[in-house]
């Protein structure tokens, strides 16, 4: 599994998704609960970015007609999104806020 840097851990925001493109595939990067998420930046229900949604209890929420999916799975929790959207491992390498955040999308977790 090849894993891509795409961000340091500082620069991430607390609950606030940033857009990264891997290998040309839109990934919003997520910083909440201790933890940092890697979700396939489009909605399962149209073309919209997920990035530019609020997070909240680790789910995101599409802007444009208000599913949510979860962080950990990428399962949406209501309509009209019925199809999950791809979430890929994360690794931190490092400590502190310059530490690495690595992404992998070869292999949906
Ligand atoms: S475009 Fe995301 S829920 Fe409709």
């Known amino acids: 599994m090849t894993y891509v ?3 340091a851990l500082g620069e991430l925001e607390e609950d606030t998704p940033k857009r990264v ?10 910083r909440t609960e201790g933890e940092v998420f890697a979700i396939h ?4 229900h149209a073309n919209v970015s997920l990035s530019e949604g609020e997070v909240e209890d680790c789910a995101i929420e599409c802007w444009l007609h208000g599913s949510t999916f979860d962080l950990r799975t990428g399962k949406p929790s209501g309509l009209p999104a019925t199809r999950p959207v791809p979430v890929y491992p994360v690794k931190i ?12 999308i070869t292999q949906e977790s």
């Open 93 to 104: 390498e490092g400590d502190g806020p310059d530490a690495s955040v690595l992404v992998s």
């Open 21 to 30: 493109e891997v290998d040309g595939t839109p990934v919003s990067i997520v």
């Open 41 to 44: 930046d489009i909605c399962s």
């Open 5 to 7: 840097r795409v961000a």
